[in-house]
């Protein structure tokens, strides 16, 4: 068998582990495996092909980033190029990529990404490559699998810069209000917040009431808090309102981020308490993947060549603890996954006292 495996959208902390994990598993049976640079583009210009050694990959299970690049722009289906009279329109190149992969004599393509690169590898199943997908974000919202890889290493980092700001909040009795990832879902937000004793958590499934947020605020003043951590996460909007959007991208894409500041001067205007504002960002995708998340990224990497073994292609790697298996990529595609408004951890927060503006 020769496979490639590319790797696209946002980097995560295991993208590294989950090719070790394939690299290895195919060379014990004797398969190679060929990796893709930059998402896409790899079968689009084949200078940009890489023959995965098991040398190669030896020692970067606790490596962040991607050691073959990853892509956000880059669709072959919506691929934009320029024409003689300069201008730029989106068009399907998508054949080109199936007749290089067939051309390369590969027997399967294995998709580590998001949603947007598990439907862009649908299609190509649809097209005739027999594909595995393996699903990747820090964000946790992908259905049909109960955790991505990468979430745990973002809570972490999140949870860390949580606990840091309290001694900053607490010496200046200030408010510290911290943005963090999440897109349209609050997992990070969430996660990090409860175990971070944040006072407030502001997610996207519960749009929230600045006045109820200040109340909260103003309630912790009179049991002689005189500060306060507000964990917000990028997609949080006020009951009635939209999110906050620094940057629209073409195609109708946009870039999530504004929310915790907007909230911070809010919080400001109407309690009078001092107030700053955190973004975590591209922080919460670097560094080393946490001993969870390799694990699990070094579960999907194997699993994957498992399942090529077994011809279950069109299917995505996915964890329903406390296994691994194989579900449907149009199951995890369908629909994003939100937080659960009845999940434990929502009913754990509210009996811990936090606040989600509601
Ligand atoms: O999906 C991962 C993610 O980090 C989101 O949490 C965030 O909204 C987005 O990617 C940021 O994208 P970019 O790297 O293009 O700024």
Known sequence: MKIAVNTGGGDAPGLNAVIRGIVLA?????????????????LIDTK????????????????????LGSAIRGDPFRYPVKKPDGNVVETDISGMVVSNFNALGFDALIVI???????????????GI??????????????????????????????EAIDKLHTTAKSHDRVMVVEVMGRYTGWIALHSGVSGSADVILIPEIPFDIEKVC????????????????????????????????????????????IGK???????????????????????????????????SLRFGTAAIRFIEAGMFGTMVALHPPDICAVPIEEAIGQMKSVPLDSDIIQTARSLGISFGD
């Open 130 to 159: 027999p594909v595995i997908g393996i699903p990747k974000t820090i964000d946790n919202d992908i259905s049909a699998t109960a955790i991505t890889f990468g979430f745990d290493s973002a809570v972490n980092t999140a949870t």
């Open 262 to 296: 907007k909230v911070a001067d809010e919080i400001e205007d109407r309690t009078g308490k001092e107030t700053r504002v955190i973004v975590l960002g591209h922080l919460q995708r670097g560094g080393a993947p946490t001993t969870f998340d390799r694990l699990l």
């Open 26 to 42: 195919a060379h014990q049976k004797g398969w190679e495996i060929y990796g893709i640079k930059y998402g896409y583009q790899g």
């Open 48 to 67: 940009q092909i890489v023959h995965l050694t098991p040398e190669y990959v030896w020692d970067i299970t606790n490596i962040g980033g991607t050691i």
């Open 113 to 127: 990404g998001g949603d947007g690169s598990l439907r862009i590898a649908s299609k190509f199943m649809e097209k």
């Open 215 to 258: 109340n909260k605020i103003k309630q912790l003043e009179f049991i002689g808090q005189n500060y306060a951590i507000v964990v917000a996460a990028e997609g949080a909007m006020p009951v009635g309102g939209k999110v906050t959007v620094i940057e629209e991208r073409p195609g109708g894409e946009v870039r999530l981020g504004g």
